[in-house]
């Protein structure tokens, strides 16, 4: 089990994602004022956090009204791709921070809250798709569901140990979170069970339209397209670091 160590614990509902440090110092300021914007609190993991992580997190959380809260992990990454590691990271913990908090939606830390996340009164939540055209096998699978939008509460526990399960199970492979999700999805029959939500292109938009929940800076989308970087420095310009 991974060793999870609190600055802060999370408490009720919360928007949770986990980085690196690269990436909590690129991302994260937007995230949490997005987040602290639209009234949701932020629970934010880090693998590995240099110094930084924690000055920028003390300046960071007295400038917002919503409860910014921080944990973190020393992890050996030298005999795995730490890439994978990192998009995977945040499945691996979060049944630890369901520990403390209440109902979590799991994003990307790359992601813009535009509009208040609700929590529906339902036990697991998933944004399911066609699989993308042109895949097969294992990309095939993955496709199936979008891993930036994820929604666990107590009840669903049983569902993401499956999935950290299938993750070891299959080892740090690309897509590997995204099987996972799928498979435990059908191997505990939830397309078949009452209290599951299927999200929808409004909730999570990687083509920043407006009225659309969560902005996701979806690969290059994060560093090239204009409507999602000037919305994310204004965000960030909120906030005195």
Request: aromatic residues 12%; glycine residues 6%; negative net charge.
């Amino acid at each position: 089990m991974i060793e999870v160590t609190y600055v802060d614990t999370p408490e009720g509902d919360v928007i949770f994602g986990s980085c690196d440090s690269l990436y909590f110092h690129d991302h994260v300021p937007a995230l949490v004022s997005s987040a602290a914007t639209a009234g949701n609190d932020l629970h934010i993991h880090v693998v590995n956090p240099v110094d930084h992580v924690f000055d920028d997190y003390a300046k960071i959380k007295p400038q917002v009204a919503i409860n910014f809260t921080l944990s973190y992990e020393r992890t050996n990454l030298d005999l795995v791709d730490a890439r994978t590691y990192y998009s995977c990271n945040r499945f691996l913990v979060a049944d630890q921070i369901l520990e403390h908090a209440d109902r979590m939606v799991i994003t990307d830390v790359d992601e813009l809250i535009m509009i208040k996340v609700e929590f529906p009164e339902a036990k697991l939540g998933l944004f399911l798709r066609d699989s993308l055209p042109g895949t097969v096998g294992w990309e095939q699978i993955g496709t199936k569901v979008a891993a930036g939008i994820v929604y666990l509460t107590k009840d669903s526990i049983p569902f993401i140990k499956g999935v950290q399960n299938r993750i070891k199970q299959y080892g740090l492979r690309w897509f590997v979170d995204q099987v996972a999700l799928y498979e435990q999805y059908v191997h505990d029959g939830w397309d078949k069970k009452e209290g599951f939500v299927d999200y929808g292109a409004n909730i999570m938009d990687w083509n920043f339209e407006e009225g659309s929940v969560i902005w996701t800076g979806k690969g290059d989308r994060k560093y090239k397209n204009e409507t999602y970087i000037q919305k994310k420095y204004e965000f960030a310009r909120h906030l005195s670091l």
